[in-house]
């Protein structure tokens, strides 16, 4: 009687190992791109899309509809913990950049890079923006 109770018990657990091993798998999310063009305004917004294209062109359209100075370059990234580093140059003429990055020390390194690596001066960092919720941090 006790093998019996042994080989029920072991057939129980292992029929709860099996139905839940076939548990439908849930859905993958669809891949999100977070992407910002600045403005010498600094009020783009964050914007996503499920392509890079798409997230890039809609960026540009967010700041088209706010500012006339848009930078036509937006920054985008599929990773949602990234940063987005806004920052402003006033020499040789005005313009901002973003960059985005896992955290804000890279993602300001990185902007910086582009105005120096172009000649700009008379750079500062506006902010910095959440990817994944588009808040100004």
Do not use: I
């Not at 849930?26 to 063009?37: G, I, M, N």
């Not at 509809?65 to 370059?73: D, I, P």
């Not at 993602?107 to 990817?131: E, I, P, T, W």
């Amino acid at each position: 009687m006790r093998r019996s109770l042994s080989w029920l018990a072991l057939g129980l657990v292992l029929a709860t190992a099996v139905s839940a091993g076939s548990r439908p798998v849930p859905a993958q999310q669809p891949k999100r791109w977070a992407a910002l063009d600045p403005n010498s305004e600094t009020s783009s917004p964050v914007v996503w899309a499920t392509t890079e294209a798409e997230a890039r062109q809609r960026a540009t359209e967010a700041c088209k509809r706010l500012s006339k100075t848009c930078a036509n370059g937006p920054a985008s990234t599929d990773d949602m913990g990234d940063v987005f580093a806004v920052m402003c140059c006033t020499q040789p003429r005005a313009g901002c950049a973003v960059s985005a990055a896992g955290n804000r020390r890279e993602a300001m390194r990185n902007v910086q890079r582009m105005f120096s690596d172009a000649g700009y001066s008379g750079c500062a960092l506006k902010h910095y923006m959440s990817a994944a919720s588009g808040k100004k941090q």
